[in-house]
Every structure is written in C-alpha cells, then in structure tokens.
C-alpha cells in the first residue's frame, strides 16, 4: 500500500505565509503527478495546485502569485508554500498522488489521498 502524510497547516494572521508537506510512502515505483486540493466547509473539493514528475506545475486562479508547488523526487515529497495569505485560503488542504505500482502483469497506477490538514486565516 501507499501513504500520503500531509505537515505544516495550522492558524495564521492574514498576509502570513504557511509551507505544507506531503510525504508519500509505501509500495512506489514511481510517482506521476502529485496534487494539492483544498475543501472549505460546505464547499466542494477543489484543485489549488499540480506539479507533475518532470516539474510542469498548474495553479488554480484564486492562488497564482501566491502559493508555489514543488516536489522532491528522491523523497517522494511535495510542497506547497503558500503566501500572502487570504481568509478565503481557510480549508483542510488535502495531498493527492498518482502513483505507479507493480503488480501482477505489470505496472498500474493507482491515486492516494493524504487524511488532510487544516489551514485556518484568520486575524
């Protein structure tokens, strides 16, 4: 099996900066693409920002400028640094990783999501 282990939320003032980690463990042959998502309360889960293997990266719209997506390969870890923070950044941020196992036959990708951790913006 495969683990995603999500650090760093927590409270921070508005205009702060706050740095997540995702550290993905397990049962891995190879790592595709690994993704922040973030859920609001009442709201649905959305994409914030994807950083594939080879480092191409996508951002949502409410966070370019702000907040950097980056991965370290050798560790199988991913990063968000989220700055410049808003009120409307409060959710449980969630990791979320495609990645390719051996199995029987061959080689399957499989998608993991981290238990989450709580970003709150709040002065």
């Known amino acids: 099996q495969v683990q995603l282990v999500e650090s760093g939320g927590g409270l921070v003032q508005p205009g702060g900066s706050l740095r997540l980690s995702c550290a993905a463990s397990?049962?891995?042959?190879?790592?595709?693409?690994m993704d922040w998502y973030r859920q609001a309360p009442g709201k649905e889960r959305v994409l914030v920002a994807g950083?594939?293997?080879?480092?191409?990266?996508n951002y949502a719209d409410s966070v370019k400028g702000r907040f950097t997506i980056s991965r370290d390969n050798a560790k199988n870890t991913v990063y968000l640094q989220m700055n410049s923070l808003k009120p409307e950044d409060t959710a449980v941020y969630y990791c979320?990783?495609?990645?390719?196992?051996?199995?029987?036959?061959?080689?399957?990708?499989?998608?993991?999501w981290g238990q989450g951790t709580q970003v709150t913006v709040s002065s």
């Open positions: 397990g049962d891995i042959f190879s790592i595709n693409v």
């Open positions: 979320h990783a495609v990645v390719a196992r051996v199995v029987v036959g061959g080689v399957r990708r499989f998608s993991y």
């Open positions: 950083i594939t293997s080879g480092g191409a990266t």
